[in-house]
């Protein structure tokens, strides 16, 4: 099986606009008004990932990920594995981080991991529309992971 490069449908880029003063600067992570309510975070987290580590490649069943990518540099690779969706079998790659900042929309069904490619330590907001393990942690976590498969076809260093 081979992914082709290209566009994922229903993943949204979006570069991060910093409005700077003589304080420091401030971005927007999200707004309701710019994100489909389906989207709208239920919770947030964030992650410290060190040089040269992977987290992924995972897939949500009903969860999205909403990713801000602020620290370091890393390598983000997104695989539609979505039989249904027009863009099924393509791979996009993003490098982001500190000196790109973005946030990415990864729906559903879509693959994904990334790499800390840089060299200090990378700092990664999510803002999921789901729970982790449900309400007070009682459910299933919604994810299929593919890290641990020595076969997996999803691969972030090809």
């Known amino acids: ?14 570069d991060l606009k910093f409005y700077n003063d003589e304080r420091g600067w401030l971005t927007e992570l999200f707004r309701h008004d710019e994100i489909d309510k389906s989207v709208y975070p239920v919770m947030s987290y964030i992650s410290m990932t060190l040089p040269g580590v992977q987290r992924g490649p995972h897939a949500h069943k009903e969860q999205t990920d909403y990713f801000v990518f602020l620290s370091s540099t890393f390598k983000l690779v997104l695989w539609d594995s979505r039989e249904d969706s027009p863009t099924y079998m393509n791979r996009k790659v993003l490098f982001t981080g500190k000196d790109d900042p973005k946030c990415v929309i990864v729906p559903p069904g879509v693959v994904h991991a990334y ?5 200090e330590k990378g700092l990664v907001l999510n803002f999921p529309n789901r729970l982790y393990a449900g309400w007070g942690k009682k ?17 972030v260093d090809e």
């Open 115 to 119: 790499k800390n490619i840089g060299t």
């Open 139 to 155: 459910e299933p976590v919604d994810e299929v992971r593919y890290e641990n498969d020595p076969d997996t076809i999803y691969k």
């Open 1 to 14: 099986m081979k992914f082709n490069a290209g566009e994922i449908e229903g993943v949204i880029i979006k």
